[in-house]
């Protein structure tokens, strides 16, 4: 759950070289009572993210040491703490290679400051969410298997054929629900609002980068999905063994 500080308000790592983009957002979340900390540098944030222990990171991608990408690889190596990409990168390759490194969002510059505030309530959200599902002694699988791929809930691992595949939070946080509602449709708009909280942090498109990115993980043949099936228009379904094929996928 969210670390308080002595105001009550989690701590967020602004990560920006550019001090006009930085003392914006520096502005807007003392504005709105949260803690801060600030580096400029990559390895800055690095540093940061291990000895300040912050909640949330606001990372630009153009830093002028290392790239944003490696950093948010580096923290993923030990921490799960959210992570929101805020760049002028717009191309839809630079979201997925933010995404596909552990990013848990992705903001694009110029940006509005009110969008902002809001994606971090809900990744915080999220995050308290996640926090007190760890906390409760509600009953359930600890482990799911089918086929070749094995979810270990507790520990946090997904394996397929004994090998264990590397997902981001989005991705896991994905299978997961699918997982858990084998046979059943999940429409896009239950998914963004189970995966995503209240949907400030999540798109149809972005829904569909995160699913085809988990697949190439996860399916020997994407062009035929053996796990998760698209049915076109509505959303997602999980087949568990038996169930066979046939739905179609997003083009």
Not at 5 to 26: F, K, W
Not at 72 to 100: F, T
């Amino acid at each position: 759950m969210p670390v308080t500080t002595a105001n009550g308000q989690p701590r967020i790592l602004v990560v920006e070289d550019d001090a006009a983009v930085r003392n914006l957002i520096v502005t807007a979340l003392d504005s709105y009572g949260y803690a801060r900390v600030v580096a400029v540098t990559g390895r800055e944030a690095i540093a940061r993210a291990a000895t300040d222990n912050p909640d949330l990171v606001l990372l630009d991608l153009g830093l002028p040491d290392i790239d944003g990408v490696e950093v948010v690889r580096s923290i993923r190596g030990w921490s799960q703490m959210p992570i929101i990409v805020v760049s002028a990168r717009a191309e839809d390759a630079d979201k997925i290679d933010a995404l596909d490194a552990g990013a848990d969002d992705y903001v694009t510059k110029p940006f509005s400051v009110g969008e902002l505030l809001a994606r971090i309530r809900s990744a915080l959200r999220r995050l308290s969410y996640a926090g007190a599902a760890a906390t409760e002694a509600t009953p359930s699988p600890s482990v799911f298997e089918d086929g070749d791929l094995r979810i270990d809930y507790d520990a946090g691992i997904v394996t397929l054929a004994g090998n264990e595949v590397h997902l981001t939070p989005i991705e896991y946080k994905l299978l997961c629900l699918l997982s858990h509602n084998v046979g059943k449709v999940l429409t896009h708009d239950y998914i963004l609002h189970e995966v995503w909280g209240d949907g400030q942090g999540g798109d149809l498109a972005s829904l569909r980068v995160y699913m085809g990115s988990l697949r190439k993980k996860i399916e020997a043949d994407t062009a035929h999905p053996r796990y998760i099936q698209t049915h076109v228009g509505v959303g997602y379904r999980m087949v568990g063994m038996g169930q066979g094929e046939g739905a179609t996928r997003d083009a």
